[in-house]
């Protein structure tokens, strides 16, 4: 029992001198519902509703969730219903999701099955229009 203790205290001590964090995902449970902003969350898992805008590194809609706001993350797993704009790097969007708006992303997986209504782009194709945009104007 007191090796499996120094071994676990051991194990937490270099996690932090290496600089690595225990992230422990902020989860709104279905039945919960949230009116208002998210800003610079970490792991949000949403299996409630949410209206507003949320900010964070990953983001997961889960199969009850449902969302109504924009959201930018660096990656977004959906698999619930979202209604709004997206602006990822990591976009995957599963056979049970409803996506309604626009979305920005870097690389996308869109599984067969999965509702889809709104314009995507590549953040090159996104870079690309704002070039010409700018070629237009000048």
Known sequence: MMRKFKRMLLIKIARLIRGEKNVVPCIISGG???VGQIQDGDIIHIDGKLEGDISCKELVVGAGGMVKGNVQAK???LYGELNGTIKVENLF???SAKFLGDSVYKT???EPGA???GKCANYQDDAQKKEEDLHLVA
Request: neutral net charge; without cysteine; glycine residues 0%.
């Open 32 to 34: 919960t519902k949230i």
């Open 75 to 77: 990656s977004l797993e």
């Open 93 to 95: 969007i599963a056979s």
């Open 108 to 110: 996308i997986a869109i």
């Open 115 to 117: 509702v889809l209504i």
